[in-house]
């Protein structure tokens, strides 16, 4: 795997290493030795998959805070999502910042999401499938999120929104 660190501290996009030959390819998508090596938390405690039918259904922003704060590495399985992560960490350099990164099947590029960030995303594709790692379990008294347009994160999204929960369309703006 070839990690790269983002413009927000302590947040990756991880592609894979693929060893290719006339089958296809071999790649390793997950390994404790090469998240150590580089710094990251290795906890893995449950997998999620969101399943979105339309182009333009949004998630997010959505985060859990202590003592649940959770680690994320998310890919796109099918078709594709403009995935987006928001530092709401006050001590970091990156506070209040956000990052944008295309995962797809195609790409099968991972992102690594550390504690203290909020994430969401916008499918650009029918039939997009986002799977989830995450180093803590869903707990719903620490589930918070934030207005997807909140004007503090300045978030640009390609594509018209489509479908939103209730709960999403209806978050307030991000307080410290």
Not at 21 to 39: H, M, T, Y
Not at 59 to 78: D, F, I, L, N, S
Not at 133 to 160: H, L, N, V
Request: hydrophobic share 40%.
């Amino acid at each position: 795997m070839t990690f790269r660190e983002t413009v927000l501290k302590g947040a990756f996009t991880i592609d894979l290493d693929r060893v290719e030959d006339e089958r296809g390819f071999f790649a390793r998508s997950w390994c404790v030795k090469e998240f150590e090596a580089n710094g990251l938390d290795t906890r893995l405690v449950q997998c999620n998959v969101s399943f979105n039918k339309v182009r333009g259904t949004l998630r997010g922003m959505h985060y859990q805070v202590a003592p649940a704060a959770e680690v994320k590495v998310v890919r796109c399985t099918r078709g594709a999502v403009h995935d987006v992560i928001a530092d709401l960490r006050p001590d970091s350099p990156t506070y209040k910042q956000a990052f944008s990164v295309l995962l797809s099947a195609e790409n099968r590029r991972m992102l690594y999401i550390p504690k203290g960030f909020a994430h969401g995303f916008l499918t650009l594709t029918d039939d997009a499938e986002v799977f989830y790692q995450m180093s803590e379990y869903y707990a719903p008294e620490c589930a918070r999120g934030f207005r997807w347009d909140d004007a503090t994160f300045a978030i640009s999204w390609p594509d018209q929104v489509r479908i939103i929960s209730s709960k999403d369309r209806n978050y307030s703006d991000f307080a410290d």
